[in-house]
């Protein structure tokens, strides 16, 4: 063979090499391609009925390393076992924020409202068991309005105090209510008690309490009851946010997002199957034992960034129920970014305005915590 042919020859190898190389690069950048496509966002964003709907399936894209990239430092603790009466708390505890962090706790089988400042510094306690001015019967939520007044919902009352504890007045409804939230317009968003049937629903109000509209949108699940009878599974209920208004359905796996009219704009939902309420219907239908429940809800902003969603899982352990609760993140997207355990007997309460992350824990003794969110 001559020089020039082996010459000819070589060259021919090597470009045969360098064409393999090049077809196994090219198939590793596809592999690499694939797994990163499965490691990303998983799911399907479709339009049902004219509204957008974002599906998620998987874990997320933060996935099972939700805890290594997220943390809560706790900043406060409010809550003895024994100690100061204002420390001791009863097993029913709501919190709520003000615009300069002053906590506001309503202590509800004790009959109190307990004012402690960003330190945990006690400020007053004001309230009684009673049905006389600025007592209570049987309060259920707390709310700071845009005056800066300390709202209590006690059955058909909204009883109002300021800033210092004194009594203001009270607001007389004809409907048992749940929860209330002050829209940017001046108008009352009032989350109302269901009966014939559990639900979530919610009614529209002046400041001065008079009736102004339904919601447009109720919700009602599990089995039927007598009319005079309602039951209710966790605490999901119509939130306000950032000029938006939101409900997680309590018994199945969606988050509904509207504006301040009702109008639905989209809906988010999550692959994971709730079991259906664990109720039992009394003899002769008068009323109903109410079991521990899987359930979905409320949900919360977190600075625009993250929606927040409460999920309670329950299983039955022979003649005991155990129950595990998670915060699930979504990004502005609506995309589930992971889901977070929560500690046994622990549950949210609300997010302020810095951020700060307010947790009620029940066990071994009730106490408030207020946390940071870091995210790495």
């Known amino acids: 063979m001559t020089k020039s042919k082996i010459q000819m020859t070589k060259i021919s190898e090597k470009g045969g090499r360098m064409k393999k190389i090049k077809v196994f690069i090219l198939f590793l950048i596809i592999i690499s391609l694939f797994f990163t496509c499965k490691k990303g966002w998983q799911g399907r964003v479709y339009t049902e009925n004219g509204i957008e709907v974002i599906e998620n399936t998987g874990e997320g894209l933060w996935g099972k390393k939700i805890d290594e990239k997220i943390k ?7 809550g003895k076992e024994e100690g100061e009466d204002y420390l001791m708390f009863h097993s029913f505890i709501r919190v709520a924020v003000d615009p300069d962090l002053n906590i506001y706790v309503l202590d509800a089988m004790n009959h109190r409202l307990l004012k402690f400042d960003k330190n945990g510094n006690f400020i007053w306690k004001a309230g009684r068991k009673g049905q006389g001015p600025g007592e209570f019967q049987y309060p259920r939520g707390i709310a700071v309005n ?23 007045r009270t607001i007389k409804l004809d409907r048992s209510m749940r929860d209330i939230q002050f829209l940017p317009d001046g108008r009352l968003m009032i989350n109302i008690f269901v009966l014939g049937q559990p639900g979530v629903a919610a009614e529209f109000y002046s400041k001065d309490g008079e009736f102004l509209s339904k919601f447009p949108e109720e919700y009602r699940y599990g089995p039927k009851l007598s009319p005079r009878v309602g039951a209710a599974i966790g605490d999901s209920s119509f939130k306000f946010f950032n000029n938006k208004i939101y409900l997680s359905i309590p018994d199945k796996y969606e988050i509904r997002e509207y504006d301040l009219k009702g109008n639905l704009l989209r809906k988010i939902r999550r692959n994971v199957k709730l079991k259906p309420p664990n109720i039992k219907i009394m003899a002769g239908g008068r009323g109903v034992s109410v079991f521990p429940s899987d359930n979905s809800g409320p949900c919360f902003l977190y600075k625009e960034k993250f929606l927040i969603n409460k999920l309670t899982l329950v299983e039955k352990k022979g003649k005991d129920y155990e129950s595990k609760s998670f915060l699930d993140f979504f990004n502005e997207k609506g995309q589930f970014l992971g889901s977070y355990p929560l500690p046994k007997s622990t549950y949210i309460q609300t997010i302020d305005h810095s951020g700060n992350f307010y947790f009620v824990k029940y066990e071994p003794y009730p106490q408030v915590i207020r946390s940071k969110l870091e995210i790495k």
């Open 146 to 168: 845009p005056p800066g007044e300390i709202v209590v919902i006690d059955e058909r009352s909204i009883i109002l105090f300021n800033n210092r504890g004194e009594y203001q």
């Open 72 to 78: 809560f430092k706790e900043t406060l603790s409010l």
